[in-house]
């Protein structure tokens, strides 16, 4: 049963998430299509780490005592930019221009573009080793900011998500959160089908991981689940894999096959934000 | 049927990791792992990483004197350069060790992506460059060079000997940015020593000069270079060899300034396919500038190459110190 606070703490984060789907929209807008279904699925996710758990200083994105955000799936940028304006490190009116010529936010992501990008991502695969890294770096300075690496499903392929959730474990990296979002999408359709990865709680816990698989659109789990893996004292790495739902909080977007990567006509930009503002206006 | 006293001597397949050291050559011992300790003592940021071959890239002595900043990534190239840049992006200097075919052809995408992208301060050297085991192509890194230099921003060094890797160490940890150092590990020769010459980051030494042939060489090519000159000159040949230790950035100044005195044949030779290393690089800056000497290059053939003891090898693709004289003295008849 929730607190009274628990509720205040999920209304205020469900206006963060709302935020977020809303600034994901504007961006698709500008270009006319995009990645938006992982956006508005991952919403929740990104909700909870930028305006929850994670450590920051939006005016110094670069603060050495900074919870690391690593986007391994450089693809969500979209998603991610939209997380960092609601968290205050890049303003509002950039969104304007995302993926234009000489913006800072470019299609995919990438760390010399971007403030508070920690790496380039889109390369699938790379930003679980690259944490190992940067945990084993930290641990090293003494410093104990956490790194979080999010990816997709998708990258469960990769044989170096492998090799870092095998490095991890063997350096007792209890620094390190892995963030999966399984929206079962990825280029070619269902992951599951492109190449099973169930049971994938198992496969993690055997690698030696703490594992905690959640709805990622619920959000007191995602709560919950986030302040478990902060809090644990084990020093072993943890990984939170999050069911999501692509399209989320948009109907119509929810249903619409292969969106990968999905094409929105004109009109079905505002349409969406409606729908999104009144399940909103709605819920406060 | 053979008896024994008509068979030849056999040659047996090379050990892993074949001495590269001429009969009586003098040789020190790890000069890598060496040089890194000393300076590591000077430098706190600097930490170890390999993928299961620490002993075999003589990582393992900076492991015993730092065991603290020495990682252990197992045999997983691609966690080992992703860590590498991983804990460069926290303010250290990793320096990430393991064979070259596993550090560029296995793990080239992280290099590429993690490493070079962002500019990240890690050294990555690699043992085994070119042909130097003859175990075949799995681990012959024949084209590394071809690999790295492709690489925007990527600092290239094909070191010759002991001398070279001591002074190379400290001089690629003074350079802020990526750097692939092809490492000679174990027994190293030893005889740049025995010329006024010192290691500088993007610099290419005149060695001795000549006025018939002018060699230009990287690496242990430079080592035969120098004893093909010595050949040589007993038929009057006089060579010059210019040792080219960066192979990028390279130093064109310095080649053209040799490649330009009339009358020489230009030799290029490296431990390295004719695709994409030395020789193309200094043929482009040659045809550039407008410098057209005559020009030849010794290299590995573009081929998978055979496996086999490695002075088979080096013969029979024409990079040893007998095979170069000869395929010379041919180009000059």
Redesign the interface.
């Known amino acids: 049963m929730n607190t009274p606070s628990d509720t205040g703490l999920q209304a205020k984060l469900a206006e963060h998430a709302y935020r977020i789907r809303r600034f994901a929209l504007r961006m698709g807008e500008v270009q006319g299509q995009g990645y938006v279904g992982q956006a508005l699925g991952y919403a929740d996710v990104l909700a909870v780490a930028y305006c929850h758990a994670m450590q920051l200083r939006p005016d110094d994105p670069q603060w050495e005592g900074r919870d690391r955000f690593l986007l391994s799936h450089g693809h969500y940028a979209i998603a991610f930019y939209a997380a960092l304006i609601e968290a205050g490190i890049i303003p509002e009116d950039e969104l304007d221009t995302y993926g234009s010529d000489d913006s800072r936010l470019p299609m995919s992501g990438?760390?010399?573009y971007t403030p508070g990008m920690?790496?380039?991502g889109g390369?699938l695969?790379?930003g679980l080793?690259?944490?190992?890294?940067?945990?084993?770096?930290?641990r090293?300075?003494g410093?104990p900011a956490f790194v979080y690496n999010s990816m997709s499903d998708g990258e469960l392929d990769e044989?170096?998500t492998w090799?870092?959730a095998?490095?991890a474990a063997?350096?007792g990296l209890g620094n390190l959160i892995c963030l999966v979002d399984i929206n079962n999408q990825q280029a070619d359709g269902p992951s599951s089908k492109v190449m099973g990865f169930e049971p994938l709680a198992d496969k993690w816990a055997s690698f030696g991981w703490h594992v905690q698989r959640v709805d990622g659109n619920d959000l007191s789990a995602v709560i919950a689940a986030f302040d478990t893996a902060r809090a644990l004292t084990e020093a072993k790495p943890r990984v939170i894999l999050f069911d999501t739902l692509m399209g989320k909080g948009v109907p119509f977007l929810e249903a619409r096959e292969k969106n990968h990567f999905i094409r929105v006509d004109p009109p079905e930009w505002q349409q969406a934000l409606d729908i999104l503002d009144h399940a909103q206006g709605a819920a406060r | 049927m053979s008896t024994a006293a008509t068979k030849k001597p056999r040659l047996t397949t090379s050990a892993m990791i074949a001495s590269i050291a001429s009969e009586g050559q003098r040789t020190i011992a790890a000069p890598f792992g060496k040089a890194l300790v000393t300076l590591a003592e000077q430098r706190p940021e600097i930490?170890g990483l390999t993928a299961d071959l620490a002993k075999y890239t003589d990582l393992h002595l900076f492991g015993q004197a730092f065991p603290?900043?020495f990682?252990q990534?197992?045999m997983?190239e691609?966690?080992l350069?992703?860590?590498?840049?991983?804990?460069?992006?926290?303010?250290?200097m990793?320096f990430a060790t393991t064979y070259a075919v596993f550090g560029t052809r296995r793990a080239f995408?992280?290099v590429h992506?993690?490493i070079a992208?962002?500019n990240l301060n890690v050294k990555l050297c690699c043992a085994l460059p070119g042909l130097t085991t003859g175990y075949g192509p799995s681990h012959q890194a024949a084209e590394d060079l071809a690999l790295v230099r492709a690489i925007p921003g990527m600092t290239v060094i094909d070191p010759c000997d002991a001398l070279d890797i001591e002074q190379a160490v400290p001089a690629i940890a003074a350079h802020n940015g990526p750097v692939y150092m092809r490492l000679l590990r174990g027994n190293v020769p030893l005889l740049l020593d025995e010329y006024d010459y010192k290691f500088e980051l993007g610099k290419a030494k005149l060695l001795r000069g000549g006025n018939d042939v002018l060699l230009i060489s990287s690496g242990i090519m430079t080592m035969r270079s120098l004893e093909v000159a010595n050949a040589l000159a007993a038929d009057q040949v006089d060579v010059a060899v210019l040792h080219v230790p960066t192979i990028k950035p390279l130093d064109t100044a310095t080649i053209l300034a040799e490649a330009s005195r009339s009358g020489r044949l230009v030799v290029v030779a490296e431990n390295h396919t004719t695709v994409g290393g030395l020789g193309e690089a200094v043929a482009t800056a040659l045809l550039t500038a407008g410098v057209s000497p005559q020009f030849r290059q010794i290299a590995l053939p573009d081929a998978f190459l055979d496996a086999g003891a490695l002075p088979t090898l080096h013969d029979r693709y024409g990079i040893s110190t007998d095979a170069m004289t000869q395929t010379i003295k041919t180009w000059l008849a």
């Open positions: 990438m760390a010399t920690e790496i380039s390369s695969g790379q080793p690259i944490a190992v890294g940067m945990a084993l770096g930290l090293l300075k410093n044989g170096s090799e870092a095998m490095g063997h350096h | 930490v603290e900043r990682f990534m197992g997983a691609q966690l350069m992703a860590a590498a840049g991983g804990m460069a992006k926290e303010g250290f990793p995408d992280f992506q993690v992208e962002e």
